[in-house]
């Protein structure tokens, strides 16, 4: 059984940073995807980036200020959020698609992971 655990979540105001981090518990090698969704209450999970071993993939609506690294020695993909909006409030969930990598085509798309961490919680104010 994979398993990933998310972490850094927290209280920010508009305009400040955080760093996510997910800890997948399987070496980040071969064929993978890794991605981040968030979702506030009410509304469906929307994807906000991914990563494979050679491409990323980062969603218009947080483009230029959202990045996604990894490091697979630690086995840790990160999701590096930069001049937060109140709009980015929500849970934030790392996923993987093991055996598959990411396509500018579904990497957005919840049905392409497998495998999904417990969510931690972003809250940007004013």
């Known amino acids: 059984q994979v398993q990933l655990t998310e972490s850094g979540g927290g209280s920010v105001q508009v305009g400040g940073s955080l760093r996510l981090s997910c800890q997948i518990s399987r070496r980040l090698d071969g064929t993978y995807c890794m991605g981040w969704f968030r979702q506030v209450p009410g509304k469906e999970r929307e994807g906000v980036a991914a990563?494979?071993?050679?491409?990323?993939y980062i969603a218009d609506s947080v483009k230029d200020r959202f990045n996604i690294p990894q490091d697979v020695v630690r086995d840790m993909v990160y999701l590096e959020m930069n001049n937060l909006k109140s709009e980015d409030t929500g849970t934030y969930y790392c996923?993987?698609?093991?055996?598959?990598?990411?396509?500018?085509?579904?990497?957005?798309?919840?049905?392409?992971?497998?495998?999904w961490g417990q969510g931690t919680q972003v809250t940007v104010s004013a």
């Open positions: 996923a993987a698609a093991l055996g598959s990598w990411c396509h500018w085509y579904d990497y957005y798309l919840t049905n392409h992971y497998t495998y």
């Open positions: 990563i494979d071993g050679a491409e990323n």
